[in-house]
């Protein structure tokens, strides 16, 4: 029998690198085995901040991809940014990110919250769907997946649900939409918060399925769209992960991997570090804190403005992933920093589950009795705590500090129940979900 066809409508996809594209990427690297053949329409000249060129290798042979082009304000933005004496290596996060933001930054943020709904990709709308329309007439294709953010990709399934009926249509929400903490940040205003909350009820009512990624998203959007709502969690990919070599260094080096933005607090657990070097001068002597990825400017300084966070905490820029992983073989230890999210109960991202197929002992700082508190509960693999138990921080510090010391070598294994979060057991569910 013929692989079954699905589309898969995704704004994110290789050469775009960063925790948005992993989910269906590595869904459609593992679908080929369970008798699934993956159609990709993506942007062809998207604006991303973060380009991986490695990740093209996951892409499998039987899948087709479609660059589809799109028009984004973004080069508006920029122009009119450098004018007004703005960067001129703008990014599309500059929209959203800083607390002292300029004049036109402020205007600009306001104008893209409050009249470019739900998102900037909302032209690419319209003429995607009417391609679509008769591509997916033209190549039988029978089952049609988005997933948001950006949310104005699931507007396109909804104009193909509408001109089609027959049409399976699946919403993934990767995060949440009407109740957004980056609402917050763009200063959204309640007209415009009705108007995402109308879309948003839209796309829940109408698709025949809805994905997310946490069991606090499932309560989430089955309240608001008093359906079914289905959890399929993010994951490991196995064979990122199969030549993993761990190289036991000199220093005790605690390793954060991912994006530090103005949600993300990790400053607690830097105090709490502070105040265990302070107290504990071997701890002070051997300790490393490596924060890989992009990193907030007021964080930055944060560490920099102090003498002894400063010396002990180094940044790296974002590296391929393949680099990536390599450097989860140089860790002692893994952090995971949820304080400042809102929502940050149901906040389980990607590099959790890396974190799992890593094997390092894990120390996270957010919500005890949230998603990722019972994810690292259940597979043993690492300790959440509240920001403000600090003491507590420093006692598991110093715990896994001293096993360190005690062992020549550390030993990687693959965490209780982790096998459940591989991409290819992930793509099989997927699969019969599908169905």
């Known amino acids: 029998m013929a692989d079954k066809k699905v589309l898969v409508i995704t704004y994110y996809w290789p050469p775009s690198g960063g925790s948005g594209v992993q989910r269906w990427l590595k869904f459609v690297k593992y679908l080929p085995a369970f008798g699934w053949k993956p159609v990709v329409f993506t942007p062809e000249n998207p604006s991303f901040d973060v380009r991986d060129e490695s990740l093209i290798k996951d892409v499998p042979a039987e899948a087709e991809v479609i660059r589809f082009p799109i028009w984004e304000p973004y080069s508006i933005f920029f122009k009119l940014s450098s004018l007004f004496g703005g960067k001129r290596e703008a990014k599309p996060t500059n929209l959203v990110s800083g607390k002292n933001k300029s004049v036109f930054q402020k205007v600009s943020t306001w104008v893209r919250g409050n009249f470019i709904i739900p998102d900037p990709r909302v032209f690419w709308v319209r003429p995607s769907a009417k391609f679509l329309t008769t591509f997916i007439?033209?190549?039988?294709?029978?089952?049609?997946?988005?997933?948001?953010?950006?949310?104005?990709?699931?507007?396109i399934g909804l104009r193909l649900k509408e001109a089609?009926?027959?049409?399976?249509?699946?919403?993934?929400?990767?995060?949440?939409?009407?109740?957004?903490?980056?609402?917050?940040?763009?200063?959204?205003?309640?007209?415009?918060?009705?108007?995402?909350?109308?879309?948003?009820?839209?796309?829940?009512?109408?698709?025949?399925?809805?994905?997310?990624?946490?069991?606090?998203?499932?309560?989430?959007?089955?309240?608001?769209?008093?359906?079914?709502?289905?959890?399929?969690?993010?994951?490991?990919?196995?064979?990122?992960?199969?030549?993993?070599?761990?190289?036991?260094?000199?220093?005790?080096?605690?390793?954060?991997?991912?994006?530090?933005?103005?949600?993300?607090?990790?400053?607690?657990?830097?105090?709490?570090?502070?105040?265990?070097?302070?107290?504990?001068?071997?701890?002070?002597?051997?300790?490393?804190?490596?924060?890989?990825?992009?990193?907030?400017?007021?964080?930055?300084?944060?560490?920099?403005?102090?003498?002894l966070l400063s010396g002990i905490?180094?940044?790296?820029?974002?590296?391929?992933?393949?680099?990536?992983?390599?450097?989860?073989?140089?860790?002692?230890?893994?952090?995971?920093?949820?304080?400042?999210?809102?929502?940050a109960e149901g906040y389980m991202p990607g590099k959790l589950f890396e974190y799992l197929a890593a094997g390092l002992p894990?120390?996270?700082?957010?919500?005890?009795?949230?998603?990722?508190?019972?994810?690292?509960?259940?597979?043993?693999?690492?300790?959440?705590?509240?920001?403000?138990?600090?003491?507590?921080?420093k006692a598991e510090m110093l715990r896994e500090f001293n096993r360190w010391q005690g062992s020549d070598s550390a030993h990687l294994e693959l965490r209780p129940g982790a096998a459940r979060y591989s991409r290819r057991a992930l793509a099989e569910e997927l699969t019969q979900f599908l169905h």
């Open 137 to 155: 007439h033209d190549n039988k294709i029978k089952t049609v997946i988005t997933t948001g953010p950006p949310h104005s990709i699931h507007l």
């Open 164 to 307: 089609n009926p027959s049409l399976q249509w699946i919403a993934d929400f990767r995060d949440p939409w009407s109740e957004w903490g980056l609402l917050d940040s763009l200063m959204v205003g309640t007209t415009a918060r009705s108007r995402h909350r109308k879309l948003e009820h839209k796309v829940l009512s109408t698709a025949d399925k809805v994905l997310t990624i946490t069991p606090f998203y499932v309560r989430h959007f089955e309240r608001l769209g008093n359906r079914k709502v289905t959890f399929i969690p993010n994951g490991y990919d196995e064979d990122d992960f199969k030549n993993l070599q761990h190289v036991r260094g000199n220093n005790f080096v605690i390793r954060h991997v991912g994006i530090v933005n103005e949600k993300c607090d990790p400053r607690p657990f830097m105090n709490a570090i502070k105040e265990l070097c302070a107290a504990q001068p071997p701890f002070h002597s051997k300790v490393k804190i490596d924060f890989v990825g992009e990193v907030h400017n007021q964080f930055r300084a944060f560490v920099q403005e102090d003498v």
């Open 313 to 343: 905490t180094t940044f790296t820029p974002p590296v391929p992933h393949k680099q990536l992983i390599a450097l989860y073989g140089t860790a002692s230890m893994l952090l995971l920093v949820l304080h400042g999210y809102k929502d």
């Open 362 to 393: 894990v120390i996270g700082v957010g919500p005890t009795e949230g998603d990722a508190g019972a994810l690292l509960k259940q597979t043993k693999a690492g300790v959440m705590f509240e920001a403000d138990q600090v003491e507590q921080i």
